[in-house]
């Protein structure tokens, strides 16, 4: 829904601080306007040009150099146009349709005595009017999308997705998995022994330590549980007795 012309924000395109009114004779023929024809000499009016916009609207708007008061206005709906037309012997004059508001209007020559001025008057119409028709076509668009057919992005019946998400292994399936021996566990008895398995030493023996159970020999009577290398000696004197004798377990 558009807004009512009188809650528009009214915006200021251009300021020229001198302009010039003549009044035209009437056309003789459809070959155009020329500015010879007037008397250039002697402007009828002369004060400030100002162009705003309201809404699609641009407002040629003259007014008195001092008080601002307005002398004319030529409402615009589309340039090139009806409204605003170019001579046909100068780039700075123009001939443009005034209204007083209550249905007359009057057809009025302008110039800009600097033709750089006439260069921005026509400049400042023409991009008002190139961004009215992008609003029309961007409103276009906003209208056949809300009309046009919706994309239905739900799952059908049935429908699944696959999600691959990488770095997991897949948990291999088979026989029970086995665990790994905990660390400070009991050591496996070596092969031809009988009973359960061996504790670790209690301390690592030396070389000094070594050499004397070589020479001495177990201590008879001594328990399992007290001698650390009781179970190769139980062992071995089952096979050898002559290692049994050396303290010295042989494999």
Same mark, same amino acid.
């Given at each position: 829904m558009m807004a009512d012309s009188n809650e528009l924000y009214e915006s200021v395109l251009c300021v020229k601080s001198e302009v010039h009114v003549y009044r035209?004779?009437?056309?003789?023929?459809?070959r155009g306007y020329r500015a010879a024809d007037w008397?250039?000499?002697?402007? /009828?009016?002369? !004060?400030?040009?100002?162009?705003?916009?309201?809404?699609?609207?641009?407002?040629? +708007?003259?007014?008195?150099?001092?008080t601002g008061e307005l002398f004319a206005q030529a409402p615009v709906d589309q340039y090139p146009g009806v409204i605003v037309e170019a001579v046909t012997d100068s780039s700075r004059y123009f001939v443009i349709r005034i209204e007083d508001g209550n249905g007359r209007h009057a057809f009025i020559g302008i110039?800009? /005595?600097?033709? !750089?001025?006439?260069?921005?008057?026509?400049?400042?119409?023409?991009?008002?009017? +190139?961004?009215?028709?992008?609003?029309?076509?961007?409103?276009?668009?906003?209208a056949s999308q809300d009309f046009g057919p919706k994309l239905d992005l739900g799952f059908k019946e049935g429908q699944t997705i696959k999600i691959n998400i990488g770095n997991i292994k897949k948990k291999e399936s088979g026989g029970p998995v086995k665990s790994r021996p905990v660390g400070g566990g009991f050591l496996p008895p070596p092969p031809g022994v009988k009973g359960g398995p061996l504790s670790p030493p209690a301390a690592q023996p030396n070389a000094g330590m070594l050499?004397?159970?070589?020479?001495?020999?177990?201590?008879?009577?001594?328990?399992?549980?007290?001698?650390?290398?009781?179970?190769f000696t139980a062992a071995g004197s089952g096979s050898d007795q002559d290692s049994g004798q050396s303290g010295w377990v042989q494999f």
């Open positions: 035209i004779p009437p056309r003789a023929s459809n008397k250039l000499d002697e402007p /009828a009016w002369s !004060g400030r040009m100002k162009i705003t916009a309201k809404g699609n609207i641009a407002y040629i +708007k003259l007014e008195d150099k001092n110039g800009f /005595a600097d033709r !750089g001025d006439s260069f921005d008057f026509n400049v400042t119409l023409q991009d008002h009017f +190139k961004w009215v028709k992008q609003e029309c076509e961007f409103a276009k668009q906003d050499l004397e159970w070589g020479d001495s020999g177990p201590v008879s009577g001594a328990q399992p549980s007290q001698d650390s290398w009781g179970d």
